[in-house]
């Protein structure tokens, strides 16, 4: 009888590689701050003051914020068209 050699974790091909042929690269940008504190204020002036001097909106539930204001950018809409491709239709 012949023995079945066993597949290790790293030779199990991941689910989405089969549909993965053919696509474009994508590299994502390292979009971790570089630096990152803790700011306390003594009041709720000392906040306002603090927001007013650069030029941002802080609230008693503000989290977290960047400086300077990101761009943020909507990519919801954008979609990527090979020129190999054609766009699928629907048949009326």
Sequence with gaps: ???K???????????WEEHWQGMPE???????????IPIHFENED???SFA??????ITRHTRSLWYPKPEIR??????Y????SSPKTKKK
């Design 1 to 3: 009888m012949a023995k």
């Design 5 to 15: 050699s066993k597949q290790t974790l790293f030779e199990v091909p991941e689910p």
């Design 26 to 36: 994508y590299n994502q940008k390292d979009r971790e701050p570089w630096k990152s």
């Design 81 to 84: 068209i090979s020129k190999t």
């Design 52 to 57: 007013k001097l650069i030029d941002r909106t």
């Design 46 to 48: 000392d906040m306002k």
């Design 74 to 79: 909507h990519m919801m809409d954008k979609r």
